[in-house]
Each structure stands twice: as structure tokens, then as C-alpha cells.
């Protein structure tokens, strides 16, 4: 054998760089499902499924092509359970001249392929990944022109670099962003009615991982009744095309909205489908341009979204690749509480947390705006270790890798990076989640009141996050407001709400039982 090409499950791609010069007759691919990928946080079924699922639709798609692939299953009676322990005997095995592939997108599996491989006396060559637009190099190199990082300058870069959504030599429409006009709610009348979601039925092979993975991982969190995520390039394909045709054109304006009972709302729904390589960054960006060319969507929800993917998600990445292994660890607020156990069940009185969570286990899915500014926001204001919000972030949605999972939990939404990431801790009280449609008329809670039994948590907790961080608050420019209207609040009545927020922080304010069986 001459090149075993390796392929890990968040990288199904037939075009991907790791086939270049492939040839059937002297080279095979290599494959392995294994358990740790599943444990090493406690992955929710449906993230599990899905993974399992796309890959085995990649190996018949492989096939198909006349692609020699060695694959490993989960239920293989002899598994070894790590992809550490598979590809040495792989290895073993097989005996390759070389092994190849494209820049994995995980830390921690890097280290493992890379050791494996060394140990066995295989030479390993690693090409990059043109899924994105930019490599780790070129954002590292932009890094280093830099006293601190903005996600407004790279992206700017980006779009002169690969001429998306530019006007000669300008952006088209005179201005790079638009994000002022995304930030509408539904008002009080709703969303009335929402375009259809695309839903893929699962066909057989999905039905099989989904029968596997209910009985191997029957204690993990989540759901599988409501499976239907894209799992073939296909189905991506059909669900982008859905994607441009009837969301696209509202996405920008309701970007940041919310609405009790409509998870998806306008947004795309493709982050699984992009970061498991079934769709390409490139032709996503492409197909939004041509969207807003040919007069079918604003330019507003144009520019909202591509930013979203060519500069939000290639931003992270170039954080996540230039910072590991020390940015799992930040922890710049010294914020060393344990996640409240709920967030597991979603057994909590406070409705848009309730919403959220049952959401999320239910689909594997929640959208920006609920993933930072109700479920990783109380995490802020409540003080939970980052390490145990980023293993919950990791565990429980369907698009979750780690690269671009953990800036947005430990940088953008934790803040716990000190600010490399984000200018700003995103801190908000209760009625910011009301303003943006949270379920806040049917919370016990009060988004206006600090203190009290009817206080919202969030409000509380707000105020006794300014009071805690207050000296540096006040020095940030872009929070030296907030922490000004702390100097309006009296000594008593900030005496009444660190007691309140200590009522919370001990379990006495917010959490539900459990539902009876
Ligand atoms: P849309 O709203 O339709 O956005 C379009 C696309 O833009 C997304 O599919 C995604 O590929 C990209 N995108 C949007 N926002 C971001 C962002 N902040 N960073 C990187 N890419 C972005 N995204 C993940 O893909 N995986 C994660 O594990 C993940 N964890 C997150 C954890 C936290 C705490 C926060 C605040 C955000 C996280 N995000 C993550 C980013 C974002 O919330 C999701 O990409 C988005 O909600 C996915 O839904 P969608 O496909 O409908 O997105």
C-alpha cells in the first residue's frame, strides 16, 4: 500500500485536498468510528447519530467511486474504542508507505494521529484544508500585525482578498456591515408563519446508527425521535438550496431574534452540514452572493450571513488553531462554580432557559442569539467554571467541534479568554431576552426587577456581575456605561441583590423539580 488516506468524521468530503492524487490501484482510505469520540464529553444522541450516520454515507458514497476504503465500525466486536488504538493497528495492519491527510480540526485528535504515527515510524503528511478560505498560517500572519484581534478587520480582509460582495475595490453598497439593521424583533404580533424547514427522513442506514446508538449510549442527553439533519452532500445541497430560496432574504433582519416554540426561525441550519465538509464554506458564500445578485435577497441579509461564515467562522478557527492548547484552560474571570445540573434537563422555572434547553435536547439545535445571550449568558452571570460550559456546548448540539465550539464558548460567550476575542463580555439583563421575543410573559420571573421574589435571575445577576467586576468594567470603553449605572444603586439595595444572587447561586430561586413519571 502505498498512501493510506485518513478521514475523520467532520471531514466528508470526496474533493477534500487529502485525494489529490489519489489512485485506487495503490492507495486506500481509512476510516474508524470509535466510542471515546462519543464520551469524551457526554455527547447527546443526536450529535452522535449524526456523526455516525454521514460517515457511513460517505463510506458508501466512497465506494461507490471505486475508492478502496478500510472502515471501521462502532459495533465491530473488536473495536479498540479509540481512534488512538485503531489506527496503530491499522497501521500495523496494513503496512502503508505514508499516510495523508487534511488538517484535522481538532486539537486533541491531532495530537493523537500525530503520536500514533510517529510511534509506528509513518511518515505523516498533513494538507491543508480548502474547505476555508484562509489557512491557520495567513491568520496568524494577519495576528501578528495586530495589538489585539477584531473579528471587523479580518473579515474585511476576506472580502477584498476573495472579492466577495465588493464593488470597485469598495463593499458593494458602500458600507461593510449592516449589523445595525439585523437586530429586529418580532414585535408583539410574532413571526406569523414560518417557511418549512427542510427534514430528511432517515432511510435505512440512518434508522440502523439510531437504533446503535440508542442502545450503546442510553444514558446520554438528548433526543432521537425528531431526527432529520441532513447526512449525505445531497440532502446538504438540497437544504442550502431551501436555505437561499426562503429564509435567506429575512435572515438578516430577524438574526438576533427570538420566538417561544420556533427553534429555527430564519436561520440556515447549516452549521452540521458545513462543519462535517457535506457542504463547502465557499460555494455557501457563493450561492448567498448570487442570491443578492440576482435581486432575490437584501443586501442587509446578504452581508449579515456571509459574515457569519466568511468572517465569523473563519475568525474562530485562526483563534482556536493559534491559541491551543492553552485557550481550553482561560479562565480570566476566576469563575469556578459547577454548571447547575438542570441545564442537563432543562428542570428550571425560568422559561427562556427552559425553552432553550428542552430545544436543544430535543433537536441538538439553538440559534446564535439563544446559545449566547440566554444559555451562555446566565452561565457568565452565574460564575460557572468555563471548562464545564464548554463541555456541555461540546456535548449537546449537532454542529459542535471543538475549533469552532470552544472560541465561542470560552472567548465570545465566557469572555474567559480576557478579552482577546470579544471587545466586551456580552452581559445583559432579563429584558434584553424580552425585548429580543423571549417567553418572558409566560415566566414567573420579572425581566424589570433586581430584587424581590419575583426578580429575574438574569437581572439579578447582571447587577451583581457589575458589582463583582466593577473596577475593570468601569475602565473598558465599551462597558464603562453599565458599570457608571452601578454607581446610581444604593449600598442597601446592593446588599439585597448579592443576597438575592446568592439565593439563586445556592439553588433557592429557579430550578424546578422534576417532572414526576
Ligand atoms: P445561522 O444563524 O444560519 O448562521 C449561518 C452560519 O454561519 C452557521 O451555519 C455557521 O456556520 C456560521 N456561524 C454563525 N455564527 C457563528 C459563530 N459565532 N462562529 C462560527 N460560525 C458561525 N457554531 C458551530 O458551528 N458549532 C458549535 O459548536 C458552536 N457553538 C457555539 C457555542 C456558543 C456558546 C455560541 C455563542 C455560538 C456557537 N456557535 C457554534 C455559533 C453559532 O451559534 C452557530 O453556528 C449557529 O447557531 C448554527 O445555526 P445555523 O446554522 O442556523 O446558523
Redesign the pocket.
Known amino acids: 500500500l502505498r498512501t493510506l488516506v485518513l478521514v475523520l468524521g467532520d471531514q466528508l468530503d470526496l474533493d477534500a485536498s487529502a485525494f489529490d492524487e489519489f489512485d485506487p490501484s495503490q492507495d486506500a482510505v481509512w476510516m474508524a468510528e470509535v466510542a471515546q469520540e462519543s464520551t469524551h464529553v457526554w455527547s447527546g444522541l443526536a450529535r452522535i447519530a449524526l456523526f455516525l450516520s454521514a460517515m457511513r454515507h460517505f463510506a458508501a458514497a466512497l465506494q461507490s467511486q471505486g475508492r478502496p476504503l478500510h472502515y471501521r465500525r462502532l459495533d465491530d466486536p473488536d473495536n479498540r474504542g479509540t481512534l488512538a488504538d485503531e489506527l496503530q493497528a491499522a497501521l500495523e495492519r496494513l503496512r502503508p508507505q505514508q499516510v495523508t491527510m487534511t488538517a484535522p480540526g481538532d486539537w486533541r485528535v491531532w495530537q493523537a494521529i500525530k503520536s500514533t504515527a510517529a510511534r509506528a515510524g509513518v511518515p505523516l503528511s498533513v494538507r491543508d484544508d480548502r474547505h476555508f478560505f484562509t489557512t491557520v498560517r495567513e491568520f496568524a500572519a494577519h495576528a501578528k500585525k495586530r495589538r489585539s484581534l477584531r473579528l471587523e478587520y479580518f473579515y474585511r480582509e476576506l472580502r477584498q482578498r476573495h472579492g466577495v460582495l465588493m464593488r470597485e475595490g469598495g463593499p458593494e453598497g458602500g458600507q461593510w456591515n449592516f449589523d445595525a439593521d439585523n437586530r429586529q424583533s418580532f414585535g408583539a404580533e410574532g413571526p406569523g408563519p414560518l417557511p418549512a424547514r427542510s427534514r430528511f427522513e432517515p432511510d435505512e442506514m440512518t434508522r440502523e446508527v439510531i437504533q446503535l446508538v440508542q442502545a450503546r449510549f442510553a444514558s446520554h442527553p438528548g433526543a432521537l425521535q425528531h431526527f432529520d439533519w441532513p447526512v449525505t452532500r445531497e440532502q446538504a445541497l438540497q437544504a442550502l438550496d431551501q436555505f437561499i430560496e426562503q429564509r435567506l432574504p429575512l435572515?438578516g433582519r430577524y438574526?438576533d431574534a427570538m420566538w417561544p416554540g420556533e427553534p429555527w426561525l430564519y436561520?440556515?441550519?447549516?452549521?452540521a452540514a458545513?462543519?462535517l465538509k457535506l457542504l463547502n464554506a465557499r460555494e455557501v458564500v457563493q450561492a448567498a452572493e448570487s442570491a443578492y445578485r440576482r435581486g432575490h435577497a437584501p443586501l442587509q441579509s446578504v452581508e449579515g450571513?456571509i459574515r457569519?461564515?466568511l468572517g465569523?467562522?473563519e475568525y474562530?478557527r485562526g483563534i482556536y488553531w493559534t491559541q491551543m492548547p492553552a485557550y481550553a484552560e482561560h479562565n480570566s474571570l476566576n469563575a469556578e462554580r459547577d454548571l447547575p445540573a438542570w441545564y442537563w434537563t432543562g428542570h428550571t422555572e425560568m422559561a427562556c432557559l427552559r425553552d432553550a434547553i428542552h430545544q436543544t435536547l430535543a433537536y441538538g439545535?439553538?440559534?446564535?442569539i439563544q446559545?449566547?445571550m440566554v444559555?451562555?449568558l446566565f452561565a457568565l452571570l452565574y460564575g460557572v467554571r468555563p471548562q464545564q460550559v464548554h463541555a456541555w456546548?461540546?456535548a449537546v448540539?449537532v454542529?459542535?467541534?471543538e475549533w469552532?465550539?470552544l472560541p465561542?464558548?470560552v472567548g465570545?460567550?465566557q469572555y474567559a479568554d480576557g478579552g482577546l476575542m470579544a471587545s466586551k463580555p456580552y452581559i445583559a439583563t432579563g429584558r434584553y431576552i424580552q425585548r429580543m421575543g423571549g417567553p418572558c410573559a409566560t415566566c414567573r420571573f420579572d425581566p424589570e426587577q433586581r430584587v424581590g421574589d419575583g426578580a429575574c435571575p438574569y437581572t439579578t445577576l447582571y447587577w451583581d456581575f457589575l458589582m463583582r467586576h466593577e473596577s475593570w468594567l468601569a475602565r473598558n470603553p465599551r462597558t464603562a456605561l453599565q458599570a457608571k449605572n452601578l454607581a446610581r444603586v444604593s449600598a442597601s439595595e446592593r446588599e439585597a441583590i448579592t443576597q438575592r444572587a446568592t439565593a439563586i447561586r445556592r439553588g433557592d430561586v429557579g430550578v424546578a423539580p422534576a417532572p414526576k413519571r
Do not use: K, P
Open positions: 435572515f438574526e436561520h440556515s441550519q447549516l452549521s458545513l462543519n450571513f457569519q461564515i465569523w467562522r474562530v439545535y439553538a440559534h446564535h446559545r449566547l444559555l451562555g456546548f461540546l448540539y454542529d459542535a467541534v469552532v465550539e465561542n464558548t465570545m460567550s
